[in-house]
């Protein structure tokens, strides 16, 4: 079966680390640019925010505001595994991490801007790992 799965959430306390790891099953992470979205705990109807993309043709990387500086996305294409290491965490990082999967993007900054909007649809979405930041 073909399928993303997110792994490595939890409890952390505030100004903790974490890093979550996004890995594929049936097929090889290297062929897709990888994007991490988040989303408020429970809030299913609402669009996931794109936080942190890599490309699959460079691993060109993008990160949006709230994570510049304290997030890293980074590929182990021997693991088939895409990680977030997460630094500094604070509790308006608690959420439902999801990562995704598209073969062709524009660029990172699009995937990670349009990935959970309507009109775009990628070509996998893993089931997400809940963080929960707080003392």
């Known amino acids: 079966q073909l399928k993303l799965v997110e792994s490595g959430g939890g409890l952390v306390q505030p100004g903790g680390s974490l890093r979550l790891a996004c890995t594929a099953s049936g097929f090889s992470l290297r062929q897709y640019a990888i994007g991490w979205f988040r989303r408020d705990p429970g809030r299913t109807g609402r669009k996931r925010e794109g936080?942190?993309?890599?490309?699959?043709?460079?691993?060109?990387?993008y990160y949006s505001h709230s994570t510049l500086g304290r997030f890293v996305i980074s590929r182990d294409t021997a693991a088939n595994t895409v990680y977030l290491q997460m630094n500094s965490l604070e509790p308006d990082d608690t959420g439902d991490y999801y990562c995704a999967g598209d073969s062709w993007i524009a660029s990172t900054e699009a995937m990670c801007l349009m990935g959970d909007t309507d009109g775009y649809t990628m070509d996998y979405w893993g089931r997400g790992t809940l963080v929960t930041v707080s003392s």
């Open positions: 936080i942190a993309c890599i490309s699959n043709e460079d691993d060109t990387t």
